[in-house]
């Protein structure tokens, strides 16, 4: 293995996960779930799944070696704050985090995607 790979912890550069290309790519499952659509309490179920889901299928499709875990929170737009924290102990090296906060103008989304490599 040469140094580069190496640096990878055996991974190639293109096997890598990118931070933008992960923060658009849930944007895109948030906007086509949710758009404009006004806050629903009886629709936060099926949005939040959906959101999880087709975040997960998009993911499995970009052919990577990583393991991935997706959460989505919804809350109205009330006056309220939302706070969120993690924490993780990894390898800095191919594993990483991105967490998205979407807005419209009744509703709030954080979702928060993981990946670590197989």
Known sequence: ????????????????????????LVREVINSTIGDSQFIHNKIDSWSNNI???C??????????FKYVTT???TQ?????????????WNEKTDGKVTVQWENHTMIALVTVYWLAV
Do not use: I
């Open 56 to 65: 997960l299928k998009k993911l499995a499709g970009l052919g990577k070696p």
């Open 77 to 89: 737009k009330a006056g309220a704050g939302l706070h969120a924290a993690s924490c993780t102990r």
């Open 1 to 24: 293995m040469d140094d580069e790979n190496a640096a990878f912890d055996g991974l190639a550069e293109d096997e890598l996960m990118d931070d933008a290309e992960v923060d658009t």
């Open 72 to 74: 989505c929170n919804l």
């Open 52 to 54: 999880v889901e087709g």
